[in-house]
């Protein structure tokens, strides 16, 4: 009996072991899982930024970016695209928070539950330049009526063509003055703001710019300002931070992060005075706050 009650005891020693160690490799392999998640580790620190190639020509991002990552411990990750491949992405749910300026698709992006939380940030304009020459003379009219006269001479007229939001003002502005470009005359370029402006500058060929990234790229150019400050040339940047629900890679936290850190009035105040020494005028006017 007493050989019998020692066989018992060793039983169950072994029983206890194994639950240990048991135990022991579930939380070790539950370690393992919450370091791999999207959600802890270095992954939780990553922030992917869809914007508009403005923000990123014009320089702004680079003065904003590091602000940021020093200020929260993120690592951001810019993708500069047209906005409408922005908006694609955080639908998809490829990014995290999204910088853009497209309001009617920003307001379909929202509507369709994509994202959350959409704020103001900041607003330039845009401006129609070309040669110095000005074959098409549409110097200083009004915007309906120089691209009128654009067409009407079958000038270079080069396009964004990437559905950016440069791209989708350009659209509604020919819609509104009633025109339908087209014919060897009309270029779909296909890039980002500043190639566009470069290619027209080798053709000698009107487009349409914010004015941001002109100033940026203007001493490398020959082309000039020939309209601007018509109220339908205004442009305004959103922020948003994409739907979490979409997707357990995006990473919410860090999207509210720099949705709070780019309309904080320290950074607002720096968007107020981003350009002045070097282009004489600041590239953009903050609009934290503001009704739209």
Known sequence: MQHLGRIKQIVARAGLVALTTGVLIGLAALATFTALSPAAGASGKNVILATTTSTQDTGLLDVLVPLFEKKTGYLVKTIAVGTGEALAMGERGEADVLLVHAPASEEKFMAAGHGINRKPVMHNDFVLVGPAADPARIMGLPLAEALGKIASAKAIFVSRGDDSGTHKMEKKL???????????????????????????????????????????????????????????????????????????????????????????????????????????????????????
């Open 174 to 292: 020919w819609k509104e003055a009633k025109i339908t470009p087209s014919g060897n005359w009309y270029v779909d370029a296909g890039q980002g703001m500043g190639e566009t402006l470069r290619i027209s500058d080798q053709k000698q060929a009107y487009t349409i710019s914010d004015r941001g990234t002109y100033l940026a790229l203007k001493n490398g150019l020959s082309l000039k300002i020939l309209v601007e400050k018509d109220r339908a040339l205004l442009n305004f940047y959103s922020v948003i931070e994409v739907n979490p629900a979409k997707s357990t890679r995006i990473n919410n936290a860090g999207a509210k992060a720099f949705s709070d850190f780019i309309i904080s009035p320290e950074t607002q105040e720096i968007i107020r005075h981003f350009g002045d020494k070097k282009y004489g005028q600041p590239l953009f006017v903050p609009d934290a706050g503001q009704q739209r």
